[in-house]
């Protein structure tokens, strides 16, 4: 058996979800976004698959109370995950044939369509069903999940927890894991439910904890799409009526105003805010002209770092950046 014969066997890819952008028009969706490197989403994608797992199963099994009987020497017991979908007829590696621009570029992150055996869920005992979703940019990971009835928020600071990282080797491809609470159309009306919505959650839970005023920050994230479509506007000449995103300071007041509805003692504070509001500009493949995503949540200061700019905390410390601050 060949090297990446052997290796595609531990650990196989799902397939895109192609279904996915018309879903994720309709209703909204959790998920988690993961920022990886360029050229090796392949790569991360596995890795992902890997740290995602095990949160996802000790959620399944604190939540139904299903737990497997295993034998002491095994570890880890192999499982279908039901990725969906289109069809199973003669699934082969089709490693190379998609676009540069794509999501599967440069070798790295073809679109493997055979399924994983990972055990993230499983369709049949009603857990979490996770979809690859296909992007138009490199560097970027995305799955989705219909199912809303769990806290990405949770998994991805069980993640960054120090008693965590000891279990797993450190991450080598994926840098960042941002979790998404609830996607949504990016429109001022979806924006402004969506986060009072979330905010409101948020608040509830944490009432008891906040003293005084809460200070919060505001991140809206496009990834480069605003480039593109730039490029698009040009080549439709004397087109003035295409769709334009949605700046910042229009998106700052959106979310502001959702905020201040709910809390309407709280301040902006971009240095040291206890909670902050990320707007994520989703570059989904396959989307119609002139629709566009956005995913939102709201992060506890213990998930994110201001510094050089808002964004959640990496899975791996820079030991540089570590040293800098000791002195």
């Known amino acids: 058996m060949k090297p990446w014969e052997q290796h595609s066997a531990v650990i196989s890819l799902p397939r895109y979800d192609y279904r996915a952008p018309s879903s994720l028009l309709d209703r909204p969706h959790s998920g988690f976004l993961i920022t990886c490197t360029i050229k090796r989403e392949k790569s991360a994608t596995k890795e992902a698959i890997s740290i995602l797992e095990k949160h996802l199963c000790s959620l399944k099994s604190n939540n139904s109370n299903i737990m497997e009987s295993s034998d002491s020497d095994v570890s880890v017991k192999k499982r279908k995950v039901c990725f969906e979908e289109a069809d199973n007829e003669n699934l082969k590696d089709t490693e190379g044939e998609e676009t540069t621009n794509e999501?599967?570029?440069?070798?790295?992150?073809?679109?493997?369509?055979?399924?994983?055996?990972?055990?993230?869920?499983?369709?049949?005992?009603?857990?979490?069903?996770?979809?690859?979703?296909?992007?138009?940019?490199?560097?970027?990971?995305?799955?989705?999940?219909?199912?809303?009835?769990?806290?990405?928020?949770?998994?991805?600071?069980?993640?960054?927890?120090?008693?965590?990282?000891?279990?797993?080797?450190?991450?080598?491809?994926?840098?960042?894991?941002?979790?998404?609470?609830?996607?949504?159309?990016?429109?001022?009306?979806?924006?402004?439910?969506?986060?009072?919505?979330?905010?409101?959650?948020?608040?509830?839970?944490?009432?008891?904890?906040?003293?005084?005023?809460?200070?919060?920050?505001?991140g809206y994230n496009r990834r480069g799409i605003e480039e593109t479509?730039?490029?698009?506007?040009?080549?439709?000449?004397?087109?003035?009526?295409?769709?334009?995103?949605?700046?910042?300071d229009d998106c700052f007041k959106i979310v502001a105003g959702a905020v201040k509805e709910i809390a309407p003692d709280s301040v902006v504070d971009l240095k040291n805010p206890q909670v902050a509001v990320f707007i994520e500009l989703l570059p989904i493949s396959g989307l119609p002209q002139g629709a566009f995503v956005v995913a939102v949540s709201i992060l506890p200061s213990e998930l994110i770092t201001t510094k050089p700019r808002l964004c959640v905390k990496a899975l791996v410390v820079d030991a540089k950046t570590t040293k800098e601050k000791k002195r």
Not at 130 to 138: D, E
Not at 229 to 244: D, F, I, R, V, Y
Request: with cysteine; charged share 25%.
């Open 103 to 218: 999501l599967s570029v440069s070798g790295e992150g073809a679109d493997d369509p055979t399924l994983s055996s990972s055990n993230m869920s499983e369709n049949k005992t009603g857990t979490l069903i996770p979809s690859l979703v296909k992007l138009t940019r490199s560097g970027l990971l995305l799955f989705t999940f219909s199912n809303n009835n769990f806290s990405p928020v949770n998994i991805v600071s069980d993640i960054l927890q120090p008693h965590s990282s000891r279990d797993l080797r450190a991450p080598r491809w994926c840098h960042r894991i941002f979790p998404i609470q609830s996607t949504c159309s990016l429109k001022k009306d979806d924006i402004h439910a969506v986060v009072s919505k979330l905010f409101k959650q948020y608040m509830d839970d944490e009432k008891k904890k906040i003293e005084g005023p809460i200070k919060f920050a505001v």
């Open 229 to 248: 479509e730039m490029k698009n506007q040009k080549s439709k000449e004397g087109s003035s009526n295409g769709p334009t995103l949605m700046n910042r």
